[in-house]
Every structure is written in structure tokens, then in C-alpha cells.
């Protein structure tokens, strides 16, 4: 039976959690993820957990911060002057969409709120944060 490695295009379902057991995202009860090994297009702490796995198995893969959406940075928190936003109303918690001065789209999450400004973080939601996976290999598509 082959085992995974790298270059070989694979399916798997997994379960990605917070180390306090919280979900933040799955496949249960949908699709599987298909990815190429090596190629970049996921964690790569999760692409070296697959490594060695035989279709049908099943594995934990635990990962620092760093090998995952990497450390949270302070200075990307800041604030923002509320009536820039004209009309919109943002709740603590929303994603926000917002442009850089190069055009370039930045995916911000609002964190506080008063009557002036807004507090946004344009971190990563997940860094910082070690991260779990529960993942079964579903099949080897491309070896």
C-alpha cells in the first residue's frame, strides 16, 4: 500500500481545533480537501503531518503558531477613525474588507468600538494560536 509524500496529490477530511477543543473549521459532513503535498497550498505543518499516511488512516497533527498562521503582531492592531466608514455600522467580531494605499485588499477583523473610532486587527483570526488537527486520509489521487 503507498504512503504519502511529497509531490503526491491526496484527499483528506480533516477537523482543525484550538488546543481548548473549540472548531474552527471542517469537512466533516461536506467535501474533502484535496492538495498537492509540498506545493504550499495549505499549512505547511499540516502538509508534514500527512507525510507517511496510508489511505484510510487516521492521525493527529499538532502545530506551534509559527507552523501555522504564524505569531500575532502587535503592531497590526490600530485604529481607525469611525466616520471613514460613512454609513456602515461594524460590530465587534465582523470581517471588514478594506484596501491598502497600493489597492491591495486587507481582511481585517473589528475588535473594539466607540463613538470616534473603531479598533481593527488585520492579523490572521488564527495567529498566534496553536493549532490541532484530526485528519483520515481519504486516498492518494496522484502519486
Known amino acids: 500500500m503507498s504512503v504519502v509524500k511529497q509531490g503526491d496529490v491526496i484527499r483528506i477530511h480533516f477537523t482543525g481545533k484550538l488546543e481548548d477543543g473549540t472548531v474552527f473549521d ?6 474533502s480537501l484535496e492538495l498537492k503535498v509540498g506545493s504550499g497550498e495549505f499549512l505547511a505543518g ?14 493527529t497533527v499538532r502545530m506551534n503558531a509559527e507552523d501555522a498562521y504564524g505569531p500575532h503582531h502587535p503592531e497590526r492592531v490600530f485604529q481607525w477613525d469611525r466616520a471613514r466608514l460613512g454609513e456602515m455600522q461594524p460590530a465587534v467580531g465582523q470581517q471588514l474588507q478594506l484596501y491598502r494605499a497600493d489597492g ?14 473603531v479598533t481593527m486587527d488585520c492579523n490572521h483570526p488564527l495567529a498566534g494560536k496553536n ?3 484530526d ?8 502519486e
Open 26 to 31: 471542517s469537512s466533516d459532513g461536506g467535501a
Open 46 to 59: 499540516l502538509e508534514q503531518g500527512v507525510l507517511g499516511m496510508k489511505p484510510g488512516e487516521q492521525k
Open 104 to 117: 491591495a485588499p486587507v481582511i481585517v477583523t473589528v475588535l473594539g468600538l466607540t463613538d470616534t473610532t
Open 131 to 133: 493549532l490541532v488537527f
Open 135 to 142: 485528519i483520515t486520509l481519504e486516498e492518494i489521487v496522484q
